[in-house]
């Protein structure tokens, strides 16, 4: 948190760094103090985690998750990670590392602390320290600095503690090596798939054992729900056949939604920005205009950008790329667009620092003539047309329908015709609702004898009545024996399948002289021989990872796996082939592994530490407070 801190102070903007303080100090309990067990949450040792404490790191936790998910976490999502229980756990973890530190004799000095908040510019004053700023800046965060620096003593105690444990955490020569080695050594394999379908003329298919697999497995086979349905339809095609559109309008709408038929004008710029608070101001333009001159006077503004300019874009020579007007801030815009191609503008401000501004390039307005448009104007107004008198006219029918009492009387009293089906599922309606999402999900809701409201769907506007309705049953066997047969046959099959592989890998692994190759050729499944891999890739081509994994326990004094490995509806039966040593000449490698070694280290370590002082520490934890 320290580090954190340090590197945000570095920032211009005080107000976040402001901000970052606050978390800081409320997460880690400002000031805290043995209160006793009153309102605690946990006790550690006798030193109480307070119900405030829990409950501003919680929201803490919150808010990150919160970020994650784009700002709303998904429902149920706090009940599912046990995040309460989360939260309090690592304020413990880390009340525990504090009282242990110090027992280690770890100590944070006044001069460390006062040297640590010289160091952040936050509080500095044209480099130099400033008390007056530091009060007001803490004042206003809501902060005395007794508090303050009581958070930022424990903040700097578990640095040393994290630093000091990381001590011991060293990888030798030989343990790198031998790691290495192990992690990287490449193995290849003998291998064979037995694969089900081959046994499936072995199945003895009889009527009796049909019908023992269908007693056993007929839930599978229930069937969907299925309704007959009248409906009326009134579609947006058959409207818009009757519409004719006037030219005026085509020419009106053209004239007043000219955004839709072209591409305005866009730029290409590249900026350079320094960020800036009230406090800096000054100091920032000033900087900003060297920039300028030195852009001005003829270096390379893009060199510039990736030296001075303080957002996302300085990697790519601040280049943002081709904007029209409206996407970026107004004084911003008014700039760009004010450019001659090439020319620089002078300092511009913002809510987000001082810009300069190079145009790169301009793409020319492109408006589409009112000729290349006018079809697909009468289209759109002919459906919004058809649209409004689809409703009306559906409207007016339900309505009627209503009053005559059924979609049914309606249909004689008007010598209106229906459309019927017969009997069908939601995954296989007739052609004509087979676009129909809206339609087929009302149908299915709905109850024998029930009439639906006005279904809206893309095509127009439905009203259905369902004429009856099948709910799901089991079948009898005679109605659904081919797939029953078929799905006997399969497994039956796997069984079959999975039998066979299992005798040969028993007879390869008891037989000192029985030969792989000519094994899998007695019994016509032929040998592969896989890429080389190992537990750092773990890829080869063919090979599931199932079969990579136990591969990876194979070696010359133990070339066969224990059981045969089921993978993609398959069986695999291998040996280990030959091996790889990882050998010493991958310098760039091993460094990386030996970074990746220590930080494991590193982290057994602090666990096995952290798990210690939980098990000889007294600690209990208020359980109403997960609730």
């Known amino acids: 948190m320290l580090d954190l801190l340090r590197r945000k102070a570095q920032s211009p903007y005080l107000q976040g760094t402001v901000l970052v303080i606050i978390v800081v100090f409320i997460f880690w309990g400002v000031g805290k103090q043995n209160t006793g067990s009153f309102n605690a949450v946990a006790t550690v ?16 936790t919150m808010n990150n998750y919160r970020d994650q998910f784009g700002g709303n976490l998904p429902k149920g999502f706090i009940e599912s990670f046990n995040l309460k229980k989360q939260v309090i756990h690592e304020l413990i973890q880390k009340s525990l590392l504090l009282q242990g530190g110090k027992e280690m004799g770890m100590y944070v000095s006044n001069d460390e602390i006062q040297n640590a908040i010289k160091e952040m510019t936050v509080f500095q004053n044209n480099g130099v320290f400033d ?251 002919k459906k919004q047309q058809a649209l409004n008198n689809a409703f009306e006219k559906a409207n007016e029918a339900y309505e009627k329908i209503i009053f005559a009492g059924s979609l049914a009387k309606y249909a004689e009293n008007f010598k209106v015709p229906l459309a019927e089906t017969d009997f069908f599922t939601q995954t296989a309606p007739p052609a004509a609702l087979a676009n129909e999402s809206a339609v087929l999900d009302t149908a299915f809701s709905l109850k024998k004898g029930e009439l639906s409201s006005i279904i809206d769907s893309p095509q127009g506007y439905t009203i259905l009545f369902i004429a009856d309705r099948k709910e799901p049953a089991i079948p009898a066997l005679a109605e659904v024996k081919e797939r029953v047969t078929k799905d006997f046959v399969a497994a039956e099959a796997k069984t079959l399948c999975q039998k066979d592989a299992e005798e040969t890998l028993a007879a390869l692994r008891g037989g000192k002289d029985v030969d792989f190759s000519q094994k899998m050729q007695e019994k016509g499944v032929t040998v592969h021989v896989s890429e080389y891999f190992s537990r750092t890739t773990r890829t080869s081509k063919d090979l599931p990872q199932e079969v990579i994994t136990v591969g990876l326990t194979l070696n010359a004094s133990s070339t066969y796996p224990e059981k045969v490995v089921a993978a ?48 000889s520490g007294k600690i209990t934890i208020n359980e109403k407070y997960l609730n």
Request: proline residues 3%; aromatic residues 10%.
């Open 45 to 60: 040792n006798g030193e109480s985690i307070s119900l405030q404490e829990f409950d501003q790191a919680f929201e803490r």
């Open 131 to 381: 008390v007056t700023r530091y009060r007001e800046v803490l004042k206003g965060s809501r902060l005395t600095p007794t508090k303050f620096e009581a958070g930022l003593q424990s903040d700097m105690l578990l640095t040393k503690v994290g630093t000091g444990l990381a001590e011991f955490a060293q990888v030798t020569p030989k343990e790198l090596d031998d790691r290495f080695r192990f992690d990287n050594s490449e193995t290849r394999l003998d291998y064979a798939v037995f694969k089900p379908e081959n046994y499936t003329g072995k199945v003895s298919v009889t009527d009796e054992l049909l019908a023992q697999y269908f007693e056993k497995n007929k839930e599978k086979y229930m069937t969907q729900p299925q309704v007959k349905i009248k409906y009326l339809s009134f579609l947006l095609k058959d409207e818009m056949n009757k519409i004719t559109v006037p030219e005026a309008e085509v020419e009106q709408y053209y004239n007043s939604h000219q955004e839709e038929f072209g591409q305005p004008e866009k730029r290409r710029a590249r900026h350079i920005i320094l960020k800036a608070t009230e406090q800096d101001k000054q100091a920032r333009r000033a900087e900003m205009e060297k920039i300028l001159a030195r852009a001005r006077a003829g270096e390379d503004f893009a060199a510039l950008a990736r030296q001075y300019s303080e957002d996302g874009s300085a990697a790519q020579g601040g280049d943002l790329g081709f904007f029209s007007r409206g996407q970026m801030v107004k004084p911003f815009e008014d700039a760009v667009f004010g450019l001659q191609k090439g020319q620089i503008s002078d300092i511009v401000e913002t809510q987000f620092g001082f810009h300069i501004m190079q145009l790169e390039d301009i793409q020319p307005a492109n408006i589409t003539p009112l000729a290349g448009a006018k079809s697909t104007i009468e289209n759109k107004l």
């Open 568 to 615: 993609d509806n398959a069986f695999y039966l291998c040996r280990f082939k030959d091996k790889k040593d990882a050998g010493d000449n991958d310098g760039p490698a091993r460094k990386a592994f030996a970074a990746q070694l220590a930080a494991e280290k590193k982290k057994e370590l602090m666990d096995a530490w952290i798990d210690y002082l939980t098990k």
